[in-house]
């Protein structure tokens, strides 16, 4: 069965340090993976997504995810967090790049001066 | 412009009621989809129509029933609602990626509905 899990439900980082947010996937068949960010009472605005092409994905505000196959990983990285960043962040896959999005549940990026 | 727009944004009403929320994209896909993110934040396929046909239903309760009129419109008619209804559903669209293989491009995702039912 395929599934997504990120581990750590908060992270809080202060302001100019690294983001890392994890997130492993389990997909039996090829997948696209996507990360996106929720606002506050907002929808889901896509960050990045890897659909088999080059394994080191760059996204939108600074944000890269790295496609690792041997560790079913896809973790979200900005070298350096801005007060903008606090959000929700949703690691998805698509297995097989076919139309089913399956989510984790989430991680709480906290964001302090 | 907005390119997934849902109608209403907020929806509150009692137990039993029978609601829709209206869901139009104009990104010119031909699939479209409906998600419930509960109170903790998880998100769950509901449905998903390509070109006006069904092609998801993730066991959801027949109470729930999506009508697609056309390409760029996906409703959701929720009848008998209950207290567990409560939630945000969200509608989103996508399209066929390039290369022919049945992949799909990413989904754009509307602002969302909160459904409080009391």
């Known amino acids: 069965a395929q599934s997504v899990t990120q581990l750590g439900s908060h992270v809080s980082v202060s302001e100019g340090a690294l983001v890392l947010l994890r997130c492993n996937y389990s997909?039996?068949?090829?997948?696209?993976l996507f990360w996106y960010v929720q606002y506050p009472n907002q929808g889901l605005q896509l960050l990045l997504k890897?659909?088999?092409?080059?394994?080191l994905v760059k996204g939108i505000n600074g944000f890269e995810a790295e496609f690792k196959k041997s560790e079913t990983s896809f973790h979200l990285t900005k070298p350096s967090a801005h007060m903008s960043d606090a959000a929700e962040y949703f690691c998805a896959v698509s297995p097989g790049g076919y139309n089913k999005l399956i989510f984790g549940a989430g991680t709480r990026l906290a964001v302090h001066p | 412009d907005t390119a997934v727009s849902q109608t209403p944004k907020y929806l509150v009403t009692q137990m039993g009621n029978d609601k829709s929320i209206k869901c139009e994209q104009n990104l010119g896909h031909d699939t479209m989809y409906w998600y419930k993110q509960d109170s903790k934040k998880f998100l769950k396929i509901m449905f998903s129509?390509?070109?006006?046909?069904?092609?998801i239903n993730e066991t959801v309760p027949n109470r729930f029933s999506p009508k697609s009129p056309d390409k760029a419109h996906l409703n959701l008619h929720i009848n008998s609602l209950e207290l567990g209804d409560s939630a945000v559903y969200f509608c989103?669209?996508?399209?066929?990626?390039?290369?022919?293989?049945?992949?799909?491009?990413?989904?754009?995702f509307g602002p969302g509905t909160r459904l409080t039912v009391l």
């Open positions: 997909s039996s068949v090829p997948p696209y």
């Open positions: 890897y659909t088999s092409a080059a394994t």
């Open positions: 989103a669209s996508s399209s066929r990626g390039d290369d022919g293989g049945g992949r799909y491009n990413e989904q754009f």
């Open positions: 129509y390509n070109n006006k046909e069904l092609i």
